[in-house]
Every structure is written in structure tokens, then in C-alpha cells.
Nanobody, 120 residues
């Protein structure tokens, strides 16, 4: 059982910045890969960024150089720092966490979603 609570969304002008945060809690042994998906109106869900428990990161091409994902394993937190935001970044952002329940047993938890709107 894992609960993910997101915060940090909002309205920002093009070129501005936002930082999203996601906190995990519940019953699990540890957390593996964490990251963020986003879904814009009328479009499919897209993997934006992910980070392993060894701090290896991956980004979709459209956000490389602008977004930075980080995590704090001690606090079970994952953040997404978003700079130079564009209208195309407008979407609902969902965090996820792969939780380790037991040896070779994992469960993926999802946040409730937070709206990011980039508009002048």
C-alpha cells in the first residue's frame, strides 16, 4: 500500500519555472524507480522523466536541458524542476513510484495529478 501526494502545480507564463514535488508514504520495503508522466488534453499520456534508486535519470527529448528530476531516498520524495516552460508543457502531471513489497515483488503507485498551465 503506497500513497503519493503531489504538489507544486499552477499557472505560469512562458519562460517561467515551477517545481513539482511528490511524497510517498505507506507500507513498503523500499522504492525503486520514480518519475513523472503528463497528459495534455486530447493527447496520450507521456513519460516525462524518471530516476532510479541509483540516481540514473532519463528524460523525454522535448524537456531535455529544461527539466531536472531529483529524489531524496531518505524522505521518499521525488521532485521535478521545470525551467523555461513552454505552452506545450501544459498538462496534468502524475508522479509514480515503483515500490518494493518483497523480493521480486513490486507495485506501482500513482499520484492524484497536478495541473501545470503555461500561458501568457
Amino acid at each position: 500500500q503506497v500513497h503519493l501526494v503531489e504538489s507544486g502545480g499552477g499557472l505560469v507564463q512562458p519562460g517561467g519555472s515551477l517545481t513539482l514535488s511528490c511524497a510517498a508514504s505507506g507500507k513498503f520495503f523500499s522504492i525503486g524507480t520514480m518519475g513523472w508522466y503528463r497528459q495534455a488534453p486530447g493527447k496520450f499520456r507521456e513519460l516525462v522523466a524518471s530516476i532510479t534508486n541509483e540516481y540514473n535519470t532519463n528524460y523525454v527529448d522535448s524537456v531535455k536541458g529544461r527539466f531536472t528530476i531529483s529524489r531524496d531516498n531518505a524522505k521518499n520524495l521525488v521532485d521535478l524542476q521545470m525551467n523555461s516552460l513552454k505552452p506545450e508543457d501544459t498538462a496534468v502531471y502524475y508522479c509514480f513510484a515503483e515500490t518494493v513489497l518483497a523480493r521480486d515483488v513490486t507495485y506501482t503507485g500513482w499520484g492524484q495529478g497536478t495541473q501545470v498551465t503555461v500561458s501568457s
